[in-house]
T-cell receptor
Framework: DAKTTQPTSMDCAEGRAANLPCNHS???????VYWYRQIHSQGPQYIIH???NNETNEMASLIITEDRKSSTLILPHATLRDTAVYYC????????????FGGGTRVLVKP | SAVISQKPSRDICQRGTSLTIQCQVD?????MFWYRQQPGQSLTLIAT?????????ESGFVIDKFPISRPNLTFSTLTVSNMSPEDSSIYLC?????????????FGPGTRLLVL
């Protein structure tokens, strides 16, 4: 699976949009971009995934560049409960294929 | 998605003993995964457990130390054997949902293990 690069940490203001970048310059054509988050002392929570088109669900939006070498997770209105470590993972979507977690971005939402 | 529970939620154990962690999911799933998260670290996959076959272990993890059972499509156990303080970690199970298990993984709440 391709390696991803994320900022170690970032702060954002409550109520504002949080934009979390991820670089995956060596991504293969059959690898999806997945985002998870881990709130302190909890198991990771699935957020969203995509291949090449932008995706949106009730939690977030995922914007993938046309060359697929980078992506941005957007939390449209950050709340204090969004404080967590966010992991960007690229993975071939196949049965039994593992998730390889990097260091993630530690996001602190401030009042 | 899936609702996943783990037992125990936490435990404190003495070195040299073993602990069995249970993972229960509310629907039948083909693939189950066991991860370890050491203090301050990210998650590392221990093994993949497919019902009806032997678990597949990642490099650095062996069956004698982390035996896994997968008796049916909704349940799995991970045993941490002959524990040492270095085994103090959070142990998490996850399940693959959709596309024969390859779509998305959902995680349980984790088991926090402290070995003294």
């Amino acid at each position: 699976d391709a390696k991803t690069t994320q900022p170690t940490s970032m702060d954002c203001a409550e109520g504002r949009a949080a934009n979390l970048p991820c670089n995956h310059s060596t991504i293969s054509g059959n690898e999806y971009v997945y985002w998870y988050r881990q709130i302190h002392s909890q198991g990771p929570q699935y957020i969203i995934h995509g291949l090449k088109n932008n995706e949106t669900n009730e939690m977030a939006s995922l914007i993938i560049t046309e060359d697929r070498k980078s992506s941005t997770l957007i939390l449209p209105h950050a709340t204090l409960r969004d404080t967590a470590v966010y992991y960007c993972i690229v993975r071939v979507r196949a049965a039994g294929n593992k998730l390889t977690f990097g260091g993630g971005t530690r996001v602190l939402v401030k009042p | 998605s899936a609702v996943i529970s783990q037992k125990p939620s936490r435990d404190i154990c003495q070195r040299g003993t073993s602990l069995t962690i249970q993972c229960q999911v509310d629907s039948q799933v083909t693939m189950m995964f066991w991860y370890r998260q050491q203090p301050g670290q990210s998650l590392t996959l221990i093994a993949t457990a497919n019902q009806g076959s032997e678990a597949t272990y990642e490099s650095g993890f062996v069956i004698d130390k982390f035996p896994i059972s997968r008796p049916n499509l909704t349940f799995s156990t991970l045993t941490v054997s002959n524990m040492s303080p270095e085994d103090s970690s959070i142990y998490l199970c996850s399940v693959g949902i959709g596309l024969a298990g390859g779509e998305t993984q959902y995680f349980g709440p984790g088991t926090r293990l402290l070995v003294l």
